[in-house]
C-alpha cells in the first residue's frame, strides 16, 4: 500500500498490527533478530552501541543486548534539548520515565554521549519498505539528531528494526527523513550499501 502524505492512519494501522503480535512469536523474532544483528558486517569491535527500551509493540533487544561482545557498551537514548542523547545501561541499572513514559537511564546531563560519538544505533521502526524507507513514531527524534549522518558517512551506522509484518509496498518520503544503513528483521536483511567492509 502507497503511503499518502498524511503518515498517521498508515502509523496506527501498523502499531496495531505490532501490538497483536502474540507473546511467543514476539520472543521468538527478538531472538532471531539478534543473531542477525550480532552478524552484522560493520559491527563495531569496541564503542558505544545504543539500542532502545521496547514500548509499544516493538521489537525486544534484550537478547541482542546481553550477548554484545564485553568491548561494546549497550546504551539507552535519552531525551535532552530536543535531541537525542545516550547513556551507558546494564540490566538493573537506575531508571527514569521520560515525557512519552519510556524508561531512561538516569545519569547528569553533562555525561550524557553525542550522537556522533556513538559506532552503531539501532533505530525502532513504526514501518518501512525494501528500498530501506523509514516510517517512525512522528516525533523526529532520530532525525533530528542523525540530520548530520545525511551529508557525513558512518560511523555511526543507523539499522532500523522491526518485525517482518512491518513492511509495507512503498514509503514516501520527507527531506528531513534520515536514512538507515539496513533494516533487519526476525526474517529479513535490507542493506542500503552495495559493499560492506568490516
Not at 498490527?17 to 543473531?35: F, G, K, N, S, T
Amino acid at each position: 500500500m502507497p503511503l499518502n502524505h498524511d503518515r498517521a492512519p498508515l502509523r496506527r494501522k501498523l502499531r496495531e498490527q505490532r501490538r497483536a503480535i502474540p507473546p511467543a512469536e514476539r520472543i521468538a523474532a527478538a531472538d532471531q533478530l539478534a543473531v542477525h544483528l550480532l552478524n552484522l558486517p560493520f559491527l563495531p569491535e569496541s564503542g558505544h552501541v545504543a539500542g532502545y527500551w521496547a514500548t509499544d509493540g516493538e521489537i525486544g533487544l534484550h537478547s541482542f543486548q546481553i550477548r554484545l561482545p564485553p568491548r561494546l557498551t549497550y546504551c539507552l537514548p535519552v531525551l535532552h534539548a530536543g535531541m537525542l542523547r545516550f547513556a551507558p545501561w546494564r540490566s538493573g541499572d537506575a531508571l527514569t520515565t521520560n515525557q512519552y513514559g519510556i524508561p531512561e537511564p538516569v545519569l547528569d546531563t553533562n555525561a550524557l554521549i553525542d550522537p556522533k560519538a556513538m559506532a552503531l544505533v539501532i533505530v525502532p521502526l513504526v514501518g518501512f519498505d525494501a528500498q530501506g524507507n523509514r516510517l517512525g513514531m512522528g516525533g523526529g527524534w532520530y532525525d533530528r539528531s542523525f540530520a548530520f549522518r545525511k551529508n557525513d558517512p558512518p560511523p555511526p551506522w543507523l539499522v532500523g528494526v522491526g518485525f517482518a509484518a512491518q513492511e509495507i509496498e512503498s514509503l514516501d518520503t520527507a527531506s528531513w527523513d534520515v536514512r538507515v544503513d539496513a533494516v533487519y528483521t526476525e526474517q529479513t536483511i535490507l542493506s542500503q550499501i552495495p559493499a560492506i567492509q568490516r
